[in-house]
C-alpha cells in the first residue's frame, strides 16, 4: 500500500448489465436405507430439467416442475460441480463475485453437495482447488506483473447473527458496505492461503466441529447458514497499480423445513424472530432477480446483505435445491420445490394456503401418464 502512485483501483464492473438470473439446479439424494428403496420414491424425474411429485391433494395426479437442472440419485459430485459451479470459478480472478447455495430440507443432502467426505468431496474442496489451480495457471502464463493471494474465511448466521467459524471469540459481527458498494465485515478472520493442505488446516476442523456439535434436527447447524468465503485479490505492480478483488461465496443454508411451522404467510415470518428471516429474504430475492423485478430486498435480511454484491448485478448465482427420496420428507419436498422454484419456473402453480397431508400412495406410475394432469391448476 505504501507504492508510489499507488491508487486503489475502483472496480469497473458495469452494474447496469440488468440482473442475472439466479441457476437453480435440483439433487435428489439416494436412499439411505434399501428397504425404503421398495416404497419408491416420492421424486420421479423428468430428462435432464424437469421433476415431478405426486399431488397430495389428489393422488391421481402430479405436480411437475421445471429447473435449470435435475441431477438424479446417481449423479457424481464431479458431474455436478462441473455443471452448475466451475464457471463460476473464473469471475473470482476477474474482480467479480460469484455465489453457489445448498438449499432444501435437513437431511436431504445439503452438507454432502457442498463438503462431501475426503473420498468424494463437494462443491467446497472443489472450488477452492478450482480456483488455486486457475490462479497458478494465470500467473504461470504472465510476466510476474501481478500478485495474487487466496484468503479464506468461515462465518455461520445463526438467528441474524454473524458468527467468525475460524476464530469463534468473533460473534456477533457486523455487516458493512463501503463507498465502492462492497459488502464487507470488519473483524472477520481471514486466512491466507498458497495451498490446499492449508485450506484444510482451517475448514477441515472448523466444519467438523460444526457438523459433530449437534446433529438433531433441530439444533443450530440445521437452523445456520454456513458460508465459505474464498476471496482472490489480484494486484498490479506495475503503473497502473491495479487491484481486483472477487469473492465466491459458498453455502450450506439452513434446512428448509423450519418454513414449514410457520405456513407461508410472508408477514407473519417476518414478524417472527425464531423464524428463518435470512431463508425466507433469500427465496424472495432470488424471485425478484429471476422475475426482472427492479427493486431487490437484499437489505431485509443478514444473508442477503451479506450476498448483496454477489448475487444479482453482474454477479452469478447457482442453487442446488437438495431433495430427499422418502415419503416422509414429502411435505418437506412439496415445500421446499414450491420455495425455490418461483412462479416462472413452477408449470403447476399449488395452492399452498392449506394445511398439508402425507399422501397415501407415492408415484408409481410412469412418467408418460402425467400429461394431463399436470395442466390442471390445483
Ligand atoms: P443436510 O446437510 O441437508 O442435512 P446431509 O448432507 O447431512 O444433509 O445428508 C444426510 C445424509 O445423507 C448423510 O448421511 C449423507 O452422507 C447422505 N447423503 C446425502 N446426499 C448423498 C448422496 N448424493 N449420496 C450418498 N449419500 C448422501
Ligand atoms: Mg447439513
Not at 232 to 256: E, M, N
Not at 301 to 329: W, Y
Request: net charge positive; with cysteine.
Amino acid at each position: 500500500m505504501t507504492t508510489p502512485g499507488f491508487h486503489r483501483h475502483r472496480p469497473v464492473i458495469a452494474r447496469n448489465g440488468g440482473p442475472v438470473p439466479v441457476r437453480v439446479a435440483v439433487r435428489l439424494r439416494p436412499f439411505l436405507d434399501k428397504d425404503q428403496q421398495e416404497k419408491g420414491s416420492t421424486v420421479r424425474g423428468l430428462g435432464e430439467r424437469a421433476l415431478e411429485i405426486c399431488n397430495w391433494r389428489n393422488e391421481q395426479e402430479s405436480l411437475k416442475y421445471e429447473f435449470d437442472a435435475f441431477y438424479d440419485e446417481d449423479t457424481s459430485q464431479d458431474k455436478i460441480f462441473k455443471s452448475s459451479v466451475q464457471n463460476l470459478l473464473e469471475h473470482t480472478l476477474h474482480g467479480q463475485n460469484a455465489s453457489v447455495f445448498a438449499y432444501g430440507p435437513t437431511g436431504a443432502g445439503k452438507t454432502h453437495t457442498m463438503v462431501g467426505t475426503s473420498e468424494d468431496p463437494g462443491i467446497i474442496p472443489r472450488s477452492v482447488y478450482g480456483v488455486l489451480n486457475a490462479v497458478a495457471k494465470e500467473r504461470g502464463s504472465e510476466d510476474g506483473e501481478w500478485t495474487y493471494t487466496i484468503g479464506i474465511s468461515y462465518l455461520e448466521i445463526y438467528q441474524e447473527k454473524v458468527y467468525d467459524l475460524l476464530e469463534t471469540k468473533n460473534h456477533d459481527l457486523q455487516i458493512r458496505e463501503d463507498r465502492d458498494r462492497n459488502i464487507f465485515i470488519p473483524g472477520l478472520s481471514e486466512k491466507t492461503i498458497t495451498d490446499f493442505q492449508q485450506f484444510e488446516k482451517h475448514f477441515v476442523p472448523a466444519s467438523q466441529n460444526r457438523t459433530t456439535a449437534s446433529t438433531k434436527l433441530n439444533s443450530r447447524s440445521s437452523r445456520s447458514h454456513s458460508i465459505l468465503l474464498l476471496k482472490v485479490v489480484k494486484t498490479q505492480q506495475v503503473p497502473p497499480y491495479r487491484q481486483l478483488t472477487g469473492k465466491l461465496y459458498l453455502i450450506d443454508l439452513a434446512g428448509s423445513e423450519d418454513n414449514r411451522k410457520t405456513g407461508n404467510q410472508g408477514i407473519r415470518l417476518k414478524e417472527s424472530g425464531a423464524i428463518n428471516t435470512s431463508l425466507f429474504v433469500l427465496g424472495q430475492v432470488v424471485d425478484a432477480l429471476n422475475s426482472g423485478q427492479a427493486r431487490i430486498p437484499y437489505r431485509d435480511s443478514k444473508l442477503t446483505r451479506l450476498l448483496q454484491d454477489s448475487v444479482g448485478g453482474t454477479s452469478h448465482a447457482c442453487m442446488i435445491v437438495n431433495l430427499a427420496p422418502e415419503e416422509s420428507f414429502y411435505t418437506d419436498t412439496y415445500t421446499t420445490l414450491n420455495f425455490a422454484a418461483k412462479s416462472k419456473q413452477i408449470v403447476n402453480r399449488p395452492f399452498t394456503r392449506e394445511s398439508m397431508v402425507r399422501p397415501r400412495e407415492v408415484l408409481k406410475r410412469p412418467a408418460d401418464s402425467v400429461t394431463d394432469a399436470v395442466s390442471k391448476r390445483v
